[in-house]
């Protein structure tokens, strides 16, 4: 199977260290929609239609995929009928002449592209990029919690089928003598559990542990199970992260592995 037919792990968001101009705000900045440790302080651009102007300050920086989420338990503020364009180019002109210019789909949870395929296995290398946003019908304001423009850690192998998707209620409740229930709602937290991926190469597994070693389970990251919904539509397959389990390693025969691991959505 090809690399990018694989689930990810999205750690590495060139927009931390890119310049970029973004549009004026009237909620939280737009550093926030670049730190996923605060997915609830949404960005909020004062527009409805917009442009991100980003220099990623270098040619060397490879773009595999670009996402956007809203905030935790919560539905995309961006509506069904946004038109999301991703450009790229070597120079910095965006005259509808580019040499990359992609549509992005807007799902109910999230926004997701996917530069890996066939004949760029490893996304792209432009130094400038531009994303144009169009939602001038949306009756409501816009909400950002996070914007992901960068590369991952790919996986040779696909997760196992058979892990357990849960929607976990982290609400406060308590039962009176008599038997009545006080409650405090607390927001609903995705969890997958029974991860697994089998066969894999001893350089995969090279590139999972250093992952896991830089990011712990102190550092969200995006996950991405199923780039090409061959397996999951991308409301269930894109999620921001925490590893509650970081993965373990078991050998098979030499050099083949296999890994199991556990996860919670970021609130």
Same mark, same amino acid.
């Given at each position: 199977?090809?690399? /990018?037919?694989?689930?990810?792990?999205?750690?590495?968001?060139?927009?931390?260290?890119?310049?970029?101009?973004?549009? !004026?705000? #009237?909620? /939280?900045?737009?550093?926030?929609?670049?730190?996923?440790?605060?997915?609830?302080?949404? /960005?909020?651009?004062?527009?409805?239609?917009?442009?991100?102007?980003?220099?990623?300050? =270098?040619?060397?920086?490879?773009?595999?995929?670009?996402?956007?989420?809203?905030?935790?338990?919560?539905?995309?503020?961006?509506?069904?009928?946004?038109? %999301?364009?991703?450009?790229?180019? =070597?120079?910095?002109?965006?005259?509808?002449?580019?040499?990359?210019?992609? !549509? #992005?789909? #807007?799902? !109910?949870?999230?926004?997701?592209?996917?530069?890996? &395929?066939?004949? *760029?296995?490893?996304?792209?290398?432009?130094?400038?990029?531009?994303? &144009?946003?169009?939602?001038?019908?949306?009756?409501?304001?816009?909400?950002?919690?996070?914007?992901?423009?960068?590369?991952?850690?790919?996986? *040779?192998?696909? %997760?196992?089928?058979?892990?357990?998707?849960?929607?976990? &209620?982290?609400?406060?409740?308590?039962?009176?003598?008599?038997?009545?229930?006080?409650?405090?709602?607390?927001?609903?937290?995705?969890?997958?559990?029974?991860?697994?991926?089998?066969?894999?190469?001893?350089?995969?597994?090279?590139?999972?542990?250093?992952?896991?070693?830089?990011?712990?389970? *102190?550092?969200?990251?995006?996950? #991405?199970?199923?780039?090409?919904?061959?397996?999951?539509?991308? &409301?269930?397959?894109?999620?921001?992260?925490?590893?509650?389990?970081?993965?373990?390693?078991?050998?098979?025969?030499?050099?083949? /592995?296999?890994?199991?691991?556990?996860?919670?959505?970021?609130?």
């Amino acid at each position: 199977m090809a690399n /990018y037919k694989n689930a990810r792990i999205c750690d590495n968001n060139r927009l931390e260290d890119a310049t970029t101009v973004a549009p !004026e705000v #009237v909620g /939280y900045e737009f550093s926030n929609a670049l730190d996923l440790k605060n997915r609830n302080k949404l /960005y909020k651009p004062g527009a409805k239609v917009f442009t991100f102007d980003i220099d990623l300050n =270098s040619f060397q920086k490879n773009v595999s995929c670009f996402a956007i989420i809203g905030g935790s338990d919560d539905y995309l503020k961006l509506s069904n009928e946004a038109k %999301i364009t991703i450009k790229a180019n =070597s120079i910095k002109l965006f005259d509808g002449g580019e040499p990359l210019s992609i !549509e #992005v789909p #807007v799902n !109910e949870l999230n926004i997701f592209a996917n530069f890996s &395929d066939e004949g *760029h296995p490893n996304g792209y290398n432009y130094r400038f990029w531009q994303i &144009d946003i169009d939602d001038s019908r949306n009756p409501d304001d816009i909400e950002i919690a996070y914007i992901y423009l960068g590369d991952n850690t790919i996986i *040779h192998r696909n %997760i196992a089928t058979g892990f357990t998707y849960n929607i976990a &209620d982290n609400s406060q409740v308590s039962r009176s003598d008599s038997g009545k229930v006080f409650a405090r709602k607390r927001p609903e937290q995705t969890r997958l559990s029974g991860t697994s991926i089998q066969f894999l190469s001893y350089e995969d597994k090279e590139n999972l542990q250093r992952t896991v070693r830089k990011i712990g389970r *102190h550092t969200p990251f995006l996950f #991405v199970l199923d780039p090409t919904e061959a397996m999951e539509n991308n &409301d269930n397959s894109i999620r921001p992260m925490y590893f509650d389990r970081t993965p373990s390693f078991r050998q098979q025969i030499r050099n083949i /592995y296999s890994t199991t691991f556990g996860m919670s959505e970021v609130m």
